[in-house]
Nanobody, 113 residues
């Protein structure tokens, strides 16, 4: 079993920054690929960023240049640094052991003036 716990969400003004964290524990082997997803009200969950075992990263277009995914060590924590936040970034953000059923409970990010 794997446990993932997100934190760091909150209310921020447009143009502001937040840093999300995902604490990882349990049966995690090697340096797994991990990801951040988000789900806005009334929308499907969508991929935001991925980091693989070598540290290579990929981002969806709408966060490129604003968000940075990183990890503290092989088994976490996983981070998402979010800068220049926009109201459309408002969502619940989830970390995921990539392409597995293991998800955190999510952390709410609200961007509003």
């Amino acid at each position: 079993q794997v446990q993932l716990v997100e934190s760091g969400g909150g209310l921020v003004q447009p143009g502001g920054s937040l840093r999300l964290s995902c604490a990882c524990s349990g049966e995690i082997f090697g340096i797994p690929t991990m990801a951040w997803y988000r789900q806005a009200p009334g929308k499907e969950r969508e991929l935001v960023a991925v980091i693989d075992g070598r540290g290579s990263t990929n981002y969806v277009d709408f966060v490129k240049g604003r968000f940075t995914i990183s990890r503290g060590s092989a088994k976490g924590p996983l981070y998402l640094q979010m800068n220049s936040l926009k109201p459309e970034d408002t969502a619940v953000y989830f970390c995921n052991l990539y392409r597995t059923p293991y998800w955190g409970q999510g952390t709410q990010v609200t961007v509003s003036s």
